[in-house]
């Protein structure tokens, strides 16, 4: 890391051995990014007062240029966090998937789920066995009855809308459907 480790004790005394496993833990997360600028620990014991099992909590606040990423893995959820060494885990753990998270959208490798092409049949040949499909940008596709799913070719109409994947080049007279797939009432719409 660039800027060195800190890490606070809180309602216990330091402990070398404690640090070492924080140390090692905190070195294996430059395996997710290597803009980590500081990297901040905060060990909590439990009050003396609570009754049952003494659970700890562990804070981890990571900064990168431009942002702080803070951890927090509470030991009120979890009872194996009576074991420190447990609770230090869990809680590099999650900031390990919560680095991850922030790398990829760092670079943009988050996925993006688009809408999937639509459209209304516009023209429809049964006895040929072919149709024409209007998309939300006005460009008529050509679809055979091979390409409709579950053969339900017969069940299509005009105005039936339909979900469809086009297959360029396929045709010489322009776009064609490789699958169609009709579609309900409930459909995302653009």
Known sequence: MQLPLQITF???EPSP????AIRQHATRLERFSERITACR??????HRHQQKGKLYSIRIDL????EKIPITQKGDQNHA??????AIRDGFNAASRV?????RKFRGAIKSHEVPLHGKIIRLFPAEGYGFIETADHQEIYFHKNAVSAASFDKLEVG?????????GESPLGPQASTVTPIGKHHIVE
Do not use: K
Not at 17 to 20: M, N, Q, S
Not at 160 to 168: F, M
């Open 63 to 66: 900064t990168v240029p431009g």
């Open 99 to 103: 680095l991850e998270d922030h790398v």
């Open 41 to 46: 620990v905060v060990v909590e014991a439990p």
């Open 81 to 86: 966090h009576e074991d420190i060494y447990v």
């Open 160 to 168: 039936s809308e339909v979900r469809l994947a086009v297959a360029e």
């Open 17 to 20: 051995a404690v640090e070492a």
């Open 10 to 12: 809180r309602h216990m």
